[in-house]
């Protein structure tokens, strides 16, 4: 939207200075949303860096099987806030 002449009639945009198309900029859009919906939730994978570093060596298998468990306790933490969030809503 234009927010040029303020308060005298609804501001509408010619299509003709779109780039591309409206169907490919939606779906580019939506492309975009899809990739940082994963980034979000992926955010779970990051741990402390002493966490990260038992996976480099044997045995701790106890505390890695805790870990994971974390992460993917998290990665569905943040599924579930993602979903809930309305980004219309202030």
Known sequence: MRFEEVGRKPFLN?????PT?????????KERIRLLYGAYI????????????LFW?????????????R???EMGKNRKEI????????
């Open 57 to 69: 060596e044997d045995g701790h298998d106890k505390k890695k099987r805790a870990i994971l468990g």
């Open 83 to 90: 979903e809930e969030f309305h980004p219309l809503d202030t």
């Open 14 to 18: 010619s299509i003709s200075s779109l």
């Open 42 to 53: 992926s955010l779970a994978s990051f741990v402390p860096d002493e966490d990260a570093e």
């Open 71 to 73: 992460v993917i306790w």
């Open 21 to 29: 198309s409206k169907r490919k900029l939606k779906r580019a859009i």
